[in-house]
């Protein structure tokens, strides 16, 4: 049973409001989950009470038990200093360019210095 802490989506249309949640991987988003852990409301400032609230001590627990947060929930739980920030890259690893791709810019780079040398 591989356990997941992520967001659960309530609130009406164009009103989200998310209730963060400890579910299984294959339950539904807004399906049948284990514990609730607190909630997220985006439409509110950073700063104010009701922007988010996370019951720390069993988020630490389920962390340590071994649920993986999604990663909205990961900023979400260092912005609590609960957990370290992720390192969220601007461009993703499937864009970079493929083994031969680097090979040919490899040698390219070593060609173009090859004459500054001589």
């Known amino acids: 049973m591989a356990l997941r802490i992520r967001l659960a989506r309530g609130g009406s249309k164009h009103r989200p409001f998310y209730r963060l949640v ?4 294959t339950s539904p988003r807004d399906g049948r989950f284990v514990e609730r852990l607190g909630f997220y409301n985006p439409l509110v400032e950073k ?4 922007y988010f609230s996370v019951n ?12 993986k947060p999604s990663e909205r929930v990961l900023k979400l739980l260092a912005f609590k200093s609960i957990c370290e920030k992720p390192v969220i ?3 993703p690893k ?8 680097q090979e040919r810019l490899a040698k ?3 060609s173009a210095e090859a004459p500054a040398n001589a």
């Open 22 to 25: 400890v579910a299984e991987n």
């Open 108 to 110: 390219k780079q070593q």
């Open 47 to 50: 700063n104010n009470d009701g």
């Open 94 to 101: 499937k864009s970079a360019p493929k083994k031969k791709a």
């Open 56 to 67: 720390e001590e069993r988020a630490k627990y389920w962390l340590s038990v071994g649920a």
């Open 89 to 91: 890259r601007s461009t």
